[in-house]
């Protein structure tokens, strides 16, 4: 089984944070749908050993995108790939996107036209929404230069509700001087949306973006650390409380709702990525497509793939099993490791994680059950998961 991933470049505006591929002109979106549909059809003898079983829209913002340009991806994917019956389709989607402010104040008192939106989503497929929340503060959405503001945020989970059961947000911790109670108010709001799933993120500085700009010139106060650690130690305390499973680092989800298509990623399972800055992964080799709507465009229309090629040594696949592994609750399988790499690799494995476990950062297991047999897996401790990304290139054997 694998999955498809859709990369829509274009955003209203810039959040400050961001450093993900977009475009805030939309002047050429139909010549790039154009474009992925093309690419859609370019690839398929790549995967036609594989049955697809998920779709993800990401970016960028897919929720710009009109439902019949939506159906047109859809139908492509159909049209070339093999889908199981009822595949995960996720969609990523800004709440200003899922309300319809241009109704007049009665029809926007029943909220029709809203609903109507949701319906129409599910009517072409979609059966998952990724809703980028990030805060239900004014403060905090300004501060980040986000396109909507706490009403609308609130408004469209009170409608998306109603149509849809399989909803995640995305929320952001560790913003500087957001106190441990707002934070906890954000998530008592969550929580009271009956939403599944929840990603949360600490706020990171990603070099050349805005926000690196402003902590630079001192218009901005710097990342703590120690805050980001406090709102990531409460976040699980509570997600815990109210069912969810912290199955990813940043993930939390309620059974029956882990994503399916980010579960693929961290498991090794083979994705096409579509779309400019896409990547896709299968065996032992990568590629990335160009991050530039109009090369990638262009290229597209020759029927050339604008793409770099990686093909990944046994180191290189060990070190990225490590690094996924200890970010889920599946942790790293000393078995695999043994079967897959090679008596090297484990001996290295299970001398440089001493120490970790000795510091009670790493653990290891015997709870995981495969074929009938007990066997020992390397996981992360709820002390050790703040530092998970450290902790596991610490035990990356190098090239």
Same mark, same amino acid.
């Not at 409380?241 to 994503?259: A, D, L, M, R």
């Given at each position: 089984?694998?999955?498809?991933?859709?990369?829509?470049?274009?955003?209203?505006? %810039?959040?400050f944070y961001c450093d993900?591929?977009?475009?805030?002109? @939309?002047? #050429?979106?139909?010549?790039?749908?154009? %474009? /992925?549909? #093309?690419?859609?059809?370019? &690839?398929?003898?790549?995967?036609?050993?594989?049955?697809?079983?998920?779709?993800?829209?990401?970016?960028?913002?897919? !929720?710009? @995108?009109?439902? =019949?340009?939506?159906? /047109?991806?859809?139908?492509?994917?159909?049209? $070339?790939?093999?889908?199981?019956?009822?595949?995960?389709?996720?969609? +990523?989607? $800004?709440?200003?996107? @899922?309300?319809?402010?241009?109704?007049s104040p009665r029809a926007q008192s029943r909220g029709l036209m809203d609903k109507r939106i949701f319906e129409n989503y599910r009517a072409i497929g979609i059966n998952r929404l990724s809703i980028?929340?990030?805060?239900?503060?004014?403060?905090?959405?300004?501060?980040?230069? &986000?396109?909507? $503001?706490?009403?609308?945020?609130?408004?469209? /989970?009170?409608? %998306?509700?109603?149509?849809?059961? $399989?909803?995640?947000?995305?929320?952001?911790?560790?913003?500087?001087?957001m106190s441990l109670e707002k934070w906890n108010e954000n998530l008592e709001i969550a929580f009271g949306y009956g939403v599944n799933h929840i990603s949360s993120y600490a706020l990171t500085v990603e070099p050349k973006t805005a926000l =690196? !700009?402003?902590?630079? #010139?001192?218009?901005?106060?710097?990342? =703590?650390?120690?805050? %980001?650690?406090?709102?990531?130690?409460?976040?699980? =305390?509570k997600t815990k409380t109210q069912g969810f499973v912290h199955y990813e680092i940043s993930n939390f989800g309620k059974p029956n709702y882990f994503s399916k298509h980010n579960t693929s990623y961290w498991k090794g399972k083979p994705y096409i990525g579509v779309g400019p800055s896409a990547h896709t992964f299968k065996n032992?080799? &990568?590629?990335?497509?160009?991050s530039n709507n109009s090369k990638y465009t262009q290229s597209i229309q020759n029927y050339v793939l604008p793409n770099t090629i990686e093909i990944l040594s046994k180191e290189d696949q060990y070190n990225e099993y490590v690094m996924t592994g200890l970010r889920t609750i599946w942790g790293v399988s000393l078995n695999k490791i043994e079967k897959d790499y090679g008596e090297d690799f484990l001996n290295h494995l299970k001398a440089s994680s001493k120490k970790y476990i000795e510091k009670e950062f790493l653990i290891l297991s015997n709870n995981m059950v495969e074929n009938q047999k007990r066997i020992e897996t390397l996981k992360t401790t709820q002390k050790g998961k703040f530092l998970v990304d450290g902790i596991a290139s +610490? @035990?990356?054997?190098?090239?």
């Amino acid at each position: 089984m694998s999955g498809i991933y859709i990369h829509i470049p274009f955003c209203k505006q %810039a959040c400050f944070y961001c450093d993900f591929h977009f475009s805030t002109s @939309l002047k #050429k979106k139909d010549e790039l749908i154009n %474009a /992925l549909v #093309k690419e859609l059809e370019i &690839r398929k003898d790549e995967f036609e050993d594989q049955i697809i079983e998920t779709i993800y829209f990401g970016g960028g913002t897919p !929720s710009l @995108l009109t439902n =019949d340009e939506l159906q /047109l991806l859809i139908d492509s994917v159909y049209k $070339n790939y093999s889908v199981i019956d009822n595949p995960e389709i996720t969609l +990523e989607a $800004n709440p200003d996107d @899922l309300i319809d402010n241009d109704l007049s104040p009665r029809a926007q008192s029943r909220g029709l036209m809203d609903k109507r939106i949701f319906e129409n989503y599910r009517a072409i497929g979609i059966n998952r929404l990724s809703i980028g929340i990030q805060s239900f503060f004014e403060d905090d959405l300004k501060s980040m230069n &986000r396109a909507h $503001n706490s009403e609308e945020a609130k408004k469209c /989970l009170e409608l %998306a509700t109603q149509s849809f059961d $399989n909803i995640t947000i995305d929320l952001i911790y560790g913003i500087p001087n957001m106190s441990l109670e707002k934070w906890n108010e954000n998530l008592e709001i969550a929580f009271g949306y009956g939403v599944n799933h929840i990603s949360s993120y600490a706020l990171t500085v990603e070099p050349k973006t805005a926000l =690196d !700009s402003f902590i630079k #010139k001192g218009d901005y106060p710097p990342i =703590d650390e120690t805050l %980001a650690l406090e709102h990531f130690n409460h976040l699980i =305390d509570k997600t815990k409380t109210q069912g969810f499973v912290h199955y990813e680092i940043s993930n939390f989800g309620k059974p029956n709702y882990f994503s399916k298509h980010n579960t693929s990623y961290w498991k090794g399972k083979p994705y096409i990525g579509v779309g400019p800055s896409a990547h896709t992964f299968k065996n032992n080799q &990568r590629s990335w497509n160009v991050s530039n709507n109009s090369k990638y465009t262009q290229s597209i229309q020759n029927y050339v793939l604008p793409n770099t090629i990686e093909i990944l040594s046994k180191e290189d696949q060990y070190n990225e099993y490590v690094m996924t592994g200890l970010r889920t609750i599946w942790g790293v399988s000393l078995n695999k490791i043994e079967k897959d790499y090679g008596e090297d690799f484990l001996n290295h494995l299970k001398a440089s994680s001493k120490k970790y476990i000795e510091k009670e950062f790493l653990i290891l297991s015997n709870n995981m059950v495969e074929n009938q047999k007990r066997i020992e897996t390397l996981k992360t401790t709820q002390k050790g998961k703040f530092l998970v990304d450290g902790i596991a290139s +610490e @035990l990356f054997v190098l090239n």
